[in-house]
């Protein structure tokens, strides 16, 4: 929880300049891609803060992920490490 807490926090910063250079209009015309880029790394970190507030991070929750990349490219690491957890324990 902790975790999550913290990483909804830097969130909230990264958001705030974000949105302190965007109200630029030379600055979010020269950088709008990069601006984009910033806010989906944001919608990431709360995904990924949701997700570490979870009890049980099976795969079950993976689905709820919105970013359709993120949830393929954490399903995918999800099963690898449950894989790897099986191997481990026989």
């Keep these: 929880m902790a975790l999550a807490d913290e990483l909804v926090a ?12 965007g109200a ?7 950088h709008m891609h990069t ?3 910033v806010d989906e790394i944001t919608q990431v970190q ?5 997700l570490l507030r979870t009890e ?3 795969g079950c929750h993976l689905s709820r992920v919105g970013i359709s990349d993120l949830a ?3 399903q995918c ?11 481990a324990k026989s």
Excluded at 10 to 21: G, P, Q, S, V
Excluded at 24 to 30: I, Q, Y
Aim: no cysteine; hydrophobic share 45%; glycine share 2%.
């Design 72 to 74: 393929q490219r954490l």
């Design 56 to 58: 049980d991070l099976g």
């Design 77 to 87: 690491s999800y099963e690898h490490y449950s894989r790897a957890v099986q191997i």
């Design 35 to 37: 601006l984009q880029q």
């Design 46 to 50: 709360l995904i990924i803060a949701d």
């Design 10 to 21: 830097i969130t909230a910063k990264l958001a705030d300049m974000a949105y302190e250079l």
């Design 24 to 30: 630029d209009p030379a600055t979010l015309r020269r």
